[in-house]
């Protein structure tokens, strides 16, 4: 009987899985004045439009150990839900463009980073359900516009989600990291480095 041998493709190919490891590194900004490092209340990020204005994620990857001229296959952000949900709001997903992202506080927020030219749009089109993990679309553009800096150092990678002129009253909640580490978003990149 053959053996059975993967094929090159399958051989070079690697999945890795990214979580927000410390308090510090999720959190809400809402206007683009205030940051929340646990959420606005109950542990929970809204992102979307809470009738009163925009309310963003800030999100921070702790060393991602990727290969050098490693290609993004692949890249998904998994956020769980903190409430039942009818709401439809609008998103933009962007990189915060620095070789490695600073730790979010009130003075270094968010909205006052660079951002990468890659965006994606992400409008959820359904009803959320209470603790359960729900998919962004493809974001490996954004992932690989940051990792292509040539300064990038491998120690953090950091994603917004940006209210993108959702409707008032139309937002989500997901949990932040201090509702639980088991809870808090995950990113997870498909790669193919350049063995």
Known sequence: MAKFKP???????M???????????????????TWYPNGFASN?????????????????FLRPLLPNNVKITKAILRVKS??????????????????????????????????????VAWVPGADWVLNTWYESPDIKSII??????????????GIVIEDNASPSNNYENIWDFNSGAANAPQLILTIEPDL
């Open 7 to 13: 094929s090159q493709a399958n051989i070079k190919r």
């Open 144 to 157: 690989q516009e940051i990792i292509d800096q040539t300064e990038f150092t491998n120690k953090a990678i």
């Open 82 to 119: 903190a409430v039942n949900s009818t709401k439809r709001p609008i998103w933009t997903i962007k990189g915060i463009k620095q070789p490695s992202t600073l730790s979010f506080d009130s003075t270094h927020r968010p909205s006052q980073q660079p951002k990468t030219t890659a965006t």
């Open 44 to 60: 929970q990020i809204s992102i979307g439009h809470d009738g009163t204005g925009s309310n963003d994620a800030g999100l921070r």
């Open 15 to 33: 999945f890795t899985k990214l979580r927000i490891i410390v308090n510090t590194d999720d959190g809400e900004e809402d206007y683009d004045t």
